[in-house]
């Protein structure tokens, strides 16, 4: 019974699990999501979508296998055609109720169908249309999973400016996908300073005869660079006609676009060519999707190529486009949008009635859900800005023999051209790797080559220029052939620039008509001319018509003056002016310093510098001022005076040879002076001014407030020369080049005074815009940069020393206290040593005599007094004894013992002699010595001193 129950309630559990489990496990029907595809799969970029699409499906539901949403593709091919591709949009709109349409392939079947999917509401996404004549800002239903052309404008323009090709020739498909790209290259070069001369317009069935003769008139040109951007069969037929012209050699450079670059399999383009690709980084899904891919495409299309099935942009473009679709799907399967019927609504008309379209009800929520998807897909990040896909950076890549290719660099908005992503330009970052170009040449092609037939800039040199002025500038026109030659400094230094330019300027010189160099500007400006070439000088007002190269040569505004000698108008005091006011009282004060530090040294052992005051001041001036004529009769006793005697010397015999020479000079050799001083007295003189014809000069000066009616206009330096002899004129102002050929003919009487101004230099004149000017600017650099130009220079000029206007008029400048002070220094702190050493043996050894009860004052004073006495122990003073006990010295009879007292002085009472030991006589007493005779101490000697050698 037990064994009943159980078997009966396991047959309970079991009926009840199969009616419960079956309906949990069982999933729920996904919805269906219809979506357009139109394409032309008879194309290498339909081949590649017919693959990569189903394939790119299949990967997400297989990652998503629990998706409630489910894409079906509904596909429509419209053989390139545009009225095809817009009845297979009609139709999966209206009777085939699609919410949304991947494609058409091309730009022209993309933008009819996005202005009908615009007015149906109903999102169109493309992954091959990269026209930027079709964009989401014109048709806001329209969204690009794939790059816009003009994207890839700048990075060629870069590249351009990198290798240095300063003309390019763009060669494109004559259609909407080849013509919409060309302005933006356009633009994009032009504000690199890159010339487009010509454009070669190629339509999509051109035949090779007609490919041949394209390249044969770009062949006959100059320029070698050309940017090809066409569909890959027309792009194959181009390159086998470059081969067979002979274009595909050193020299050539060919760059192509992305959208072939992206189908090399379909162009086989030649070795040396370089491209431009969307940047993918490598990863592990990638290459494992590569391989899957590469093995389908062969697949489905049996009869392909195998160069083919290499996954380029192309493919990741569809495969991504897929993904977001299948994404957006599923986001939006939530909502009761995809669970309404399909198709359009509120039409007025059939479902071939375009005008008449109804709306879709999905169609707006999902382009958001379209728009606002991101992930990381098989060509990077998947994110539309604006309706457009957004990608970092280009890669720049070289194409090989083998058909791959290989990368240089890369191209970002943000940090230009680099060997590496993300990283600035810098020396181990900046370069790109290096390239192997056309005829498997490893050197950089110039881009250019002199060419066959090319128009010539029409190049202006100015007529009717003074044969005064032929070093700078000489036009002559060959009565024969009517053709213009130049010479002279200005047409060399253009010559020479446009040689160092990175390509060839064919140019002709042609003459122009007598004109103002203002009106000569103004007719470059409007195209009467392609260039002006002359001593133009640069001002703000002829820059706002044209454009100037840097300047290559410096100008200044200058005065040329007549110049007079005043050597006879000076010459009563001409013997100060040797030095300066400052020299000759610095050199006053150091012959009284010199003769007062040897007075102070000699005074008190030497006889010549004793005596009364008076006498003292005369010996103390005559010494210091005989030393400059060597004169002095005065015997130095002391080493430390002859030690300051002798430097002083050494400075007084410099002082003097200075003074001697400068003072011949200003005797012998002329004074010149300008009869202006400057332009100052100039302009508030009466003096007409003299200007030249074409100069600039008149409006800046009347500018300035010079009255006009002063300023005389003169052709050449001749009527300069006539008009300053004859007193019409008081000055030339011009610039200095002009002044320096005047000088160098007639620099003997004139002279140019100093700067007033500088100009802003001689340049080369060009329309506005003119890519010559940048090129030419840094040639001129070079050209300063190297010794050419200073070999030009001389050539036309002279040397620089032999150039009268760089000359000074004025010589024999006065000698000032600044070319002297290190001697004045020498022999003052020499002096100055001397007598502190004297002074500070002197104090050393008087201190002895001196009584310790004595105040400072008694002490100073008794110091001055010792000072003033002889010294008995110099050797001067010091006389052998006659053998009687007398000491003589001169004839004159000396004591041995001197009295140290004075009437009135703080010594007058009497004290103990150190020599005697008794008390010392008063001043007046008479001492007599042992075995001497009796003498009055106060008895003055013959030179009015007394015995002791003090004063009265």
């Known amino acids: 019974m037990a064994g009943d129950a159980d078997a009966r309630f396991l047959l309970v559990v079991c009926f009840v699990a199969s009616i419960l489990l079956p309906s949990r496990a069982q999933p729920a029907t996904p919805t269906e999501v219809k979506v357009g595809f139109i394409i032309d799969a008879g194309s290498p970029v339909g081949k590649i979508a ?97 790059l816009s052309d003009a994207l890839q404008a700048d990075a060629i323009a870069a590249l351009a400016t990198y290798f240095g090709w300063r003309r390019v020739v763009p060669i494109y498909q004559d259609d909407d996908y080849g013509a919409a790209f060309v302005p933006f290259l356009v633009d994009a070069l032009t504000a690199e300073r890159t010339e487009v001369p010509y454009r070669c317009a190629l339509p999509a069935a051109a035949s090779n005869d007609a490919i ?156 958001r859900a379209i728009s606002s998807t991101k992930f990381d897909g098989l060509g990077g990040k998947f994110e539309l800005i604006n309706g457009e896909l957004a990608v970092p950076a280009f890669q720049v890549v070289n194409i090989m023999d083998n058909g791959k290719e290989r990368g240089i660099g890369f191209w970002t908005a943000l940090h230009g051209l680099s060997r590496y992503l993300d990283r600035g330009s810098n020396e181990s970052s900046g370069e790109l790797r290096p390239v192997i170009w056309p005829g498997d040449s490893t050197v950089r092609p110039r881009g250019w080559v002199q060419p066959t037939s090319a128009r010539k800039l029409r190049v202006a040199v100015p007529g009717n220029v003074s044969d005064s002025y032929k070093l700078i500038l000489r036009p002559e026109v060959d009565p024969e052939t009517n053709e213009t030659t130049a010479s002279g400094f200005v047409i060399e230094v253009f010559e020479a620039a446009v040689r160092l330019l990175p390509y060839a300027l064919p140019f002709e010189y042609v003459k122009a008509a007598s004109m103002p160099y203002d009106e000569l500007v103004k007719a470059v400006g409007n195209g009467t001319f392609d260039a002006a070439v002359a001593d133009i000088t640069m001002t703000a007002n002829r820059s706002v018509s044209v454009d100037f190269t840097l300047p290559y040569t410096g100008t200044a505004i200058a005065m040329v003056v007549p110049v007079r000698d005043h050597r006879s108008s000076k010459r009563t005091w001409i013997f100060l002016k040797p030095l300066r006011y400052d020299l000759w009282i610095v050199s006053t004060a150091f012959f009284l310093f010199t003769g007062f530090v040897v007075w102070a040294i000699e005074h008190r052992g030497n006889e010549d510098f004793r005596g009364p005051p008076s006498y003292q001041l005369g010996t103390l001036l005559y010494f210091g001022f005989s030393t400059l004529v060597f004169a002095h009769r005065e015997t130095l006793k002391s080493n430390l005076s002859r030690f300051a005697v002798l430097v002083w010397v050494f400075v007084v015999l410099i002082l003097q040879s200075s003074y001697t020479a400068s003072l011949t000079s200003m005797l012998t050799v002329p004074q010149l002076e300008p009869t202006v001083a400057n332009y100052n007295e100039l302009r508030w003189s009466t003096a007409n001014v003299g200007i030249m014809n074409n100069s600039f000069m008149k409006a800046a000066m009347t500018k300035a407030g010079f009255p006009p009616d002063r300023i005389k206009r003169y052709p050449d330096p001749t009527s300069f020369h006539e008009a300053l002899l004859n007193g019409s004129i008081g000055a030339i102002v011009n610039e200095t080049p002009y002044l320096k050929i005047f000088l160098k003919t007639y620099g003997s009487n004139f002279t140019m005074t100093p700067q007033l101004n500088r100009t802003g230099g001689f340049g080369f004149a060009f329309p506005k815009g003119s890519p010559y000017v940048t ?178």
């Open 50 to 146: 017919t693959t990569t699409i189903p394939m790119a499906l299949e990967d997400f539901y297989a990652a998503y296998p629990n998706s409630s949403a489910r894409v079906r593709v509904l596909q429509h091919d419209s053989g390139g055609d545009v009225v095809a591709a817009a009845s297979a949009a009609l139709q999966l709109m209206t009777a085939q109720g699609a919410r949304a349409i991947l494609g058409p392939q091309s730009s022209v079947e993309s933008a009819f169908v996005a202005d009908l999917a615009t007015q149906a509401e109903l999102p169109v996404v493309s992954f091959s249309a990269t026209s930027p004549s079709v964009s989401p800002a014109t048709a806001r239903f329209f969204a690009r999973a794939a």
């Open 212 to 367: 041949a003769a394209a390249l044969l008139r770009m062949e006959s040109e100059q320029t070698r660079v050309f940017v090809l951007h066409t569909r890959p069969g027309l792009a194959k037929n181009v390159f086998i006609a470059a081969m067979e012209a002979g274009m595909m050699d050193e020299g050539y450079v060919w760059v192509i676009t992305d959208g072939l670059t992206g189908l090399l399999g379909s162009v086989d383009p030649p070795q040396g060519v370089i491209g431009l690709t969307p940047y993918v980084p490598t990863t592990t899904r990638l290459r494992e999707v590569k391989k899957r891919w590469a093995h389908r495409y062969m697949r489905d299309h049996r009869h392909a190529d195998p160069a083919e099935a290499v996954m380029g942009c192309y493919a990741l473009w569809a495969y991504d486009a897929a993904w977001a679709i299948a994404s957006a799907a599923e986001r939006l399967s939530s909502s009761d949008l995809l669970s309404s019927p399909p198709g359009l609504v509120g039409g007025a008309g059939g479902p071939t009635d375009i005008a008449g379209l109804g709306k879709s009800r999905s169609g707006p929520s999902f382009l």
């Open 775 to 952: 090129d030419l600017s840094k040639a001129i650099l070079k050209l300063t940069e190297s010794d050419e130009m200073n070999m030009i220079e001389r050539k036309w000029f002279g040397d620089a020393d032999d150039d009268g206007a760089m000359q000074d008029g004025f010589t024999s400048n006065s000698l000032s206290f600044n070319s002297f002070w290190g001697l004045f220094l020498i022999t003052g702190a020499t002096s100055l040593l001397c007598c502190v050493a004297h002074l500070a043996n002197f104090v050393a050894t008087s201190r002895r005599e001196l009584p310790p009860h004595l105040s400072w004052k008694d002490r100073l004073w008794m110091l001055f007094k010792l000072f003033d006495d002889r010294d008995p122990s110099s050797h001067t003073f010091r006389v052998k004894d006659d053998g009687g006990g007398v000491s003589v010295r001169n004839g004159a009879v000396a004591s041995p013992r001197v009295a140290h007292s004075e009437l009135g002085s703080p010594l007058s009472a009497p004290y103990t002699s150190e020599w005697s030991g008794t008390a010392s006589p008063a001043a007046g007493e008479i001492e007599l010595a042992a075995g001497g005779q009796e003498r009055d101490e106060a008895a003055p000697n013959p030179d009015g001193s007394g015995e002791n050698g003090r004063g009265p």
